[in-house]
């Protein structure tokens, strides 16, 4: 079930409406019951480069398999629900043609302190990398290639807790 | 019995088609789908080692049992973000 906070979807993204929805509703229920008490909200964009591996990028291509990805959103808000238990977390992917300096996701966390909102925030973006099912064709200047990272494994005990090792950094 | 079977971004481009269906013997595990296509697609084999997989929208494992009506998926390694 795709809520307002985790989203996969073709339209840009608009991280002010998710810092809204998060305000009004909360990610982790304890938000919505007294806003007043969050003193933090962190904003990550990730853009795309018009430079990889050397390669001029012209722009990329995503694509997902959508269940599974809201899936694996649901997952990683569960996983920061149990490590960040104050935090609220709103998470949109941006899938299809996007163009340089285009925003692909945007994560927004909100906490009463700034540690916890960056460093769920940073996990949030480190747990996508590794386990949703997302990909991006790069047409860059003279063809295109298919990016694989991670071969994702949502058990995979290692990775998570490098996630959490470089979100705590 | 018969699954569909989902294919993703190089995996889609190789065997050329996002989505198909493959009649199997009762039993069958993901696995066995993977080899069958592996088969027929040789190109696909080198990802053995790298894909995951799901059954019904959730990732599985390849000695997962499939049942008829099931949709299988092969996700090569992942990139969003």
């Known amino acids: 079930m795709m809520s307002a906070l985790l989203r996969i979807g073709r339209e840009p993204l608009d991280p002010q409406e998710m810092a809204a929805t998060l305000a009004a509703q909360g990610g982790s229920g304890a938000v919505a019951e007294d806003p007043g008490r969050d003193g933090a909200v962190v904003v990550f964009l990730g853009l795309v480069r018009n430079h990889n591996l050397g390669r001029s990028v012209r722009y990329l291509e995503y694509e997902a398999y959508e269940p599974l990805a809201v899936k694996a959103f649901e997952r990683i808000a569960h996983e920061i629900r149990g490590r960040w238990p104050g935090v609220g977390l709103a998470l949109h992917h941006r899938i299809g043609r996007l163009d340089i300096s285009e925003a692909s996701i945007a994560i927004v966390t909100r906490s009463a302190h700034r540690a916890d909102a960056y460093a769920a925030n940073r996990y949030a973006i480190e747990r996508v990398k590794q386990i949703a099912p997302i990909w991006k064709r790069e047409y860059f200047d003279g063809g295109d290639v298919w990016i694989e990272g991670a071969t994702a494994d949502p058990d995979d005990a290692q990775a998570r807790a490098e996630a959490e090792r470089v979100a705590c950094a | ?81």
């Open chain 2, 1 to 81: 019995m018969r699954v569909t079977v989902k294919l993703f971004a190089r995996l889609r481009d190789i065997a050329g088609v996002p989505e198909l269906t493959r009649d199997l013997a009762p039993g069958a595990t993901i696995g066995s789908v993977w080899r069958q296509l592996a088969g027929e697609f040789p190109e696909l084999a080198p990802y053995e080692r790298s894909i995951s997989s799901a059954l019904n929208a959730d990732y599985s494992r390849m000695d997962a049992v499939v049942r008829d009506g099931d949709e299988v998926a092969f996700l090569p390694p992942v990139s969003g973000g």
